[in-house]
């Protein structure tokens, strides 16, 4: 599990979590003693959730969710003579349900689309012997909401009723978005670890009846964390 929490910038407290857990897994002999090499099936949990100010105008460049999520992936660790480690681990998911921001779709508290799609993930990492880390992410999400209103109903005109009972997704159409994330960190004693990073995120939105929203923007953060 990895989380981030954001308390400065007028950014939303909850800046991502990230969960993965393992339903089944089998360990692949190698040669070396050094190495280690592992496959299975696994569960997600990914969220990630931002506020820009664009013109002093505040908006939610991105935010996705995907909540029931279940893929294959493997996982590789290698340790050098002088106890570095290198670990390289590769996920595919297909998402069964998901959820990502919309630039549309507003009903009641409800700015957000519901859909279905896949993922896919690449994680890298050095950890060095003097209590050091390197790491490197790379992510990429696709949700599809398949089922929206018609362009020609006024949502505006409808009471509170009949607004959480339209049988929809959302704005119909997909998103995509692509996180990657470059991190360094320093464990201190006592389980803390002073952590500098710099993440790209790339969300584009495309709708069936609107036309195309993308955002890209750059983060750079420095923050205190805490192993459990």
């Known amino acids: 599990m990895d989380a981030s929490l954001n308390f400065f910038s007028k950014q939303p407290v909850v800046g991502s979590v990230n969960v993965v857990g393992q339903l089944w897994g089998k360990n692949i002999p190698l040669k070396s003693e050094k190495s280690t090499l592992h496959w299975g099936i696994f569960q997600h949990f990914d969220y990630y959730d931002s506020n820009t100010v664009l013109e002093r105008q505040q908006v939610n460049s991105y935010r996705i969710a995907e909540a029931a999520v279940l893929g294959v992936g493997g996982q590789y660790r290698r340790t050098s003579k002088c106890n570095t480690q290198f670990f390289l681990s590769s996920y595919l998911n297909g998402i069964l349900l998901g959820g990502s921001i919309t630039d549309h779709y507003r009903v009641i508290d409800r700015d957000y689309n519901l859909g ?42 409808l009471n509170d009723y009949e607004r959480l009972n339209l049988n929809i997704q959302g704005d119909k159409g997909n998103t995509k978005l692509t996180v990657l994330n470059l991190k360094f960190n320093y464990y201190l004693r006592k389980r803390y670890v002073l952590s500098v990073e710099t993440s790209y995120y790339s969300r584009s939105s495309f709708y069936d009846y609107f036309p195309q929203v993308k955002y890209q923007i750059v983060e750079s953060k420095i923050g205190i964390g805490y192993l459990l």
């Open 116 to 157: 279905s799609g896949f993922s896919s993930k690449l994680h890298a990492g050095l950890l060095f012997k003097n209590n050091a880390g390197l790491y490197l992410k790379f992510e990429d999400y696709r949700l599809f909401t398949w089922k929206g209103y018609s362009p020609d109903m006024n949502l505006s005109q």
